[in-house]
């Protein structure tokens, strides 16, 4: 939503000035220059990225139209989850996580929290983190290091998406520029006409540089930002869950396991203590 308002802001200020000004809007409009533009960016894309990238690229900017979806609630799923697990496993043994981690969608337990199933990343690295402690003979050091390298592995895929939206960005103006020179090109061939055909002609060139800088600094770099940051704050959620599974490896409390996944959260969505304590106590 925010994606939304500031883009609004953006047009508002930069046309609203213009009009201001006693700038003729219309004059903006050169489809031309959007076609120039457009189709390199976007041919630049494809050329630099695999089409495996290109589908993330697209995912990545369906979610920040959609906003970052954090909240306090859906780490105290988690916490409460991670809770859940650990008591059936001291209680019952190893072998009684075995028919939840395999069928997590049929689990009676993990049927409780919607916000986790539909995470299939979240999903895929508790289950196949519990598969190692079920099999058992890891130490609970080697664990964590794999966990780890797990995590490496997704951010590093991760951050290709961003990587590529803030090169497209960097490439915007030198692509504006591009469009302005082939209109000034257009315009050295009408010399010797009118002058009010030949400054609508420069006008028309000008507006190439404007679009690739706007677009550049005013939209795609933010765009890349935003992802970037919705992918920081997934990989944090993994690293909850990363130190709970490491912490009930090593035997720990069902209450000492959620603080551990606890500390992990950002301060802006980290529950306090207290409230993580009081639910527990109600389960």
Known sequence: MFVIIGSIVVLTSVLGGFVIEGGPILVLIQWVEFLIIGGT???????????????????GFTKTIGGIKVSEKIYLDLLKLLYELTTLYKKD???ALESHIENPKNSSIF????????NHHAVELLCDSLRIVVLGG???????AMIESTLETHHEESARIPMAMSK???????????AAVLGIVITMQAVGGPPEVIGHKVA?????????????YGFVQPLATNIEILSEYESRYLHCIKAGVVALAKDFSPMVVVEFARKQIYSDYRPQFAKVDKLIRQK
Request: aromatic share 4%; no cysteine; hydrophobic share 50%.
């Open 41 to 59: 960016s976007i041919g630049a894309l494809m050329i630099g990225s695999t089409p495996s990238d290109l589908k993330k690229i697209l995912s």
């Open 111 to 118: 049927k409780k929290y919607p916000t986790f199933i539909s």
């Open 138 to 144: 890891v130490a609970p050091h080697d664990l964590e």
């Open 93 to 95: 043994g190893v072998l």
């Open 168 to 178: 497209i960005g960097d490439s915007l103006p030198g692509i504006g520029i591009v």
């Open 204 to 216: 028309a060139a000008l507006v190439g540089t404007f679009l690739g800088i706007l677009l550049s």
